[in-house]
């Protein structure tokens, strides 16, 4: 199962654009939300890649470490996909809501 995720808070902002958007599971999802991991863009290189703030939590459990293992990973894209996140909001979320 597959949510859209506002990048910048819907509630804040009434921002329903798809580049203020990303396609997330929902535990991906509630961890965004909580500023548990972010987009991290990088202009020189137009490189979108996941930050994870690996020192605010703790992962246990059955599922081992799976957030912490996407750290630095890009974010993927399907070929045809023409629209991108905001780097303006994916700056904004890293700043205001990202924990690490």
Not at 69 to 93: E, K
Request: charged share 20%.
């Amino acid at each position: 199962m597959i949510e859209a995720g506002h990048i910048k808070p819907f509630r804040l902002t009434r921002d329903n654009h798809p580049t203020n958007g990303l396609a997330l599971t929902p535990d991906a999802h509630w961890a965004f939300d909580e500023g548990l991991w972010t987009v991290h863009y990088t202009t020189s290189s137009k490189d979108y890649r996941v930050r994870v703030a690996s020192s605010s939590f703790v992962e246990s459990g059955p599922g081992g470490q799976w957030l912490s293992r996407m750290d630095g990973r890009p974010l993927v894209f399907a070929d045809q996909t023409t629209l991108r996140p905001n780097p303006t909001a994916c700056a904004d979320h890293q700043a205001q809501i990202f924990v690490g």
